[in-house]
């Protein structure tokens, strides 16, 4: 399998600013992609997901896009909270084998 | 309706002994994972479970690592002799039979001295 990346391993946003974490991926095949948020002493939460064939979805105050033709996803998170403090992981998922592939997480830290 | 739950939270043992991790998945979850996050790297890949039989172990890092998942329902991963690479925080995860959402448990801590 081939690894997950990410550009910024840190992220630093004023609460109520838009927060944009994103990732880079190299398997053309992926077929499925999830965004999971982790906070201090707890494992992966499930944020959102998209499939291939999307380029956008949106959740609540959190939209997430992809761009197969750079392979690139991103998680938009809109007026960002002292809540949303925390890792964020992007994972692929290679042509439906149901093995996912994460990133070495982006650090989201909103200053009061 | 209880989540992923791992024992222990924490391990802190010596080089060369033994440490048993434990994982119950979610009641019904004929999938389960084992996925371990070292020095703040990703995380990785270790093993698949469908009900008791190894589906896909090919993360596994050597023969020092050992998942049963008896019986189909909580699994363990033992590592013998632990080494100092394998710290790392140990997560488990388990979704449904063709499920695609993981859903992961708290991590166990390892810390190999």
């Known amino acids: 399998g081939e690894s997950v990346g990410l550009h910024l391993p840190t992220l630093s946003v004023q609460e109520g600013d838009n927060s944009i974490i994103n990732c880079a991926y190299s398997n053309s095949a992926s077929d499925y992609f999830i965004w999971y948020k982790q906070e201090s002493g707890k494992g992966p939460q499930f944020i959102i997901d998209?499939?291939?064939?999307?380029d956008k979805r949106q959740g609540q105050r959190v939209t997430v896009l992809l761009n197969k033709t750079v392979k690139h996803l991103s998680l938009q998170i809109a007026a960002t909270q002292p809540g949303d403090s925390a890792v964020y992981f992007c994972a692929e998922r290679e042509n439906n084998f149901n093995k996912f592939y994460f990133g070495s997480g982006t650090k989201l830290n909103v200053k009061p | 309706e209880a989540g992923v739950t791992q024992f222990p939270s924490h391990s802190v043992i010596e080089k060369g002994q033994t440490v048993t991790l434990r994982c119950d998945p979610i009641s019904g979850h004929d999938n389960l994972y084992w996925y371990r996050r070292v020095m703040g790297k990703e995380i990785k890949f270790l093993l698949h479970f469908v009900k008791e039989s190894k589906q896909d172990e090919s993360g596994m890092p050597n023969n020092r690592f050992l998942a049963e998942r008896t019986g189909g329902t909580y699994s363990t991963l033992k590592v013998q002799p632990a080494e100092l690479e394998d710290s790392g925080v140990y997560f488990c995860?388990?979704?449904?039979?063709?499920?695609?959402?993981?859903?992961f448990g708290s991590g166990t801590q390892l810390s190999v001295l």
């Open positions: 995860a388990s979704s449904q039979r063709g499920g695609e959402k993981l859903f």
């Open positions: 998209i499939r291939s064939n999307m």
